[in-house]
T-cell receptor
Framework: QKEVEQNSGPLSVPEGAIASLNCTYSDRVSQSFFWYRQYSGKSPELIMSIYSNGDKEDGRFTAQLNKASQYVSLLIRDSQPSDSATYLCAVNRVTGFQKLVFGTGTRLLVSP | NAGVTQTPKFRILKIGQSMTLQCTQDMNHNYMYWYRQDPGMGLKLIYYSVGAGITDKGEVPNGYNVSRSTTEDFPLRLELAAPSQTSVYFC?????????????FGPGTRLTVT
């Protein structure tokens, strides 16, 4: 079982729709979770971090965390073609040195 | 404030050659990291550093070496390049090494070994 699993996609949504990206993780001691956006040929860019169960909203982005189910998701409201990218989920342990474990990413395509 | 910078952007190496990938950050971050990203794969940690003079291995350190003589610089050395080292290399930095510290990435170096 991979430590961090994501559906590779592509996830195709029309412009204006809600895109829902999902991530599961295997290590129950994980305490912090990050979503990175990576455009083709570019470096990962941090867009959201979440540490507590529930929802965290930032503009059109909402991160959701359910530690009991070991599940974290990213919702993008009013999706735009400029949101088309690969979204990487990263999970980290709080104990000791920060080791980020990345999923392989979900490719999102937003069509006009 | 340039953040994390990397040079070169692209490089083609022949098998057996050596090279150094440069990484510099101007955010006064203590922690720095080197990752590689292969197509369709997640980022894999090669080496990391918790401060000047202190480095340690990550998940995939074989074939690489690092040094950290200053807070700002964290070069990655490839000795005897092999085709398996064809990848995109990202340098990152964070203020601390705790789980709540966000990592910021440089633009990457695309390396091809033929």
């Amino acid at each position: 079982q991979k430590e961090v699993e994501q559906n590779s996609g592509p996830l195709s949504v029309p412009e204006g729709a809600i895109a829902s990206l999902n991530c599961t993780y295997s290590d129950r001691v994980s305490q912090s979770f990050f979503w990175y956006r990576q455009y083709s040929g570019k470096s990962p860019e941090l867009i959201m971090s979440i540490y507590s169960n529930g929802d965290k909203e930032d503009g059109r982005f909402t991160a959701q965390l359910n530690k009991a189910s070991q599940y974290v998701s990213l919702l993008i409201r009013d999706s735009q073609p400029s949101d088309s990218a690969t979204y990487l989920c990263a999970v980290n342990r709080v104990t000791g040195f920060q080791k980020l474990v990345f999923g392989t990413g979900t490719r999102l395509l937003v069509s006009p | 404030n340039a953040g994390v910078t990397q040079t070169p952007k692209f490089r083609i190496l022949k098998i057996g050659q050596s090279m150094t990938l440069q990484c510099t950050q101007d955010m006064n971050h203590n922690y720095m990291y080197w990752y590689r990203q292969d197509p369709g794969m997640g980022l894999k940690l090669i080496y990391y550093s918790v401060g000047a003079g202190i480095t340690d291995k990550g998940e995939v350190p074989n074939g690489y070496n690092v040094s950290r003589s200053t807070t700002e610089d964290f070069p990655l050395r490839l000795e005897l390049a092999a085709p398996s080292q064809t990848s995109v290399y990202f340098c990152a930095s964070s203020q601390t090494g705790t789980g709540y510290s966000e990592q910021y990435f440089g633009p990457g170096t695309r390396l091809t070994v033929t």
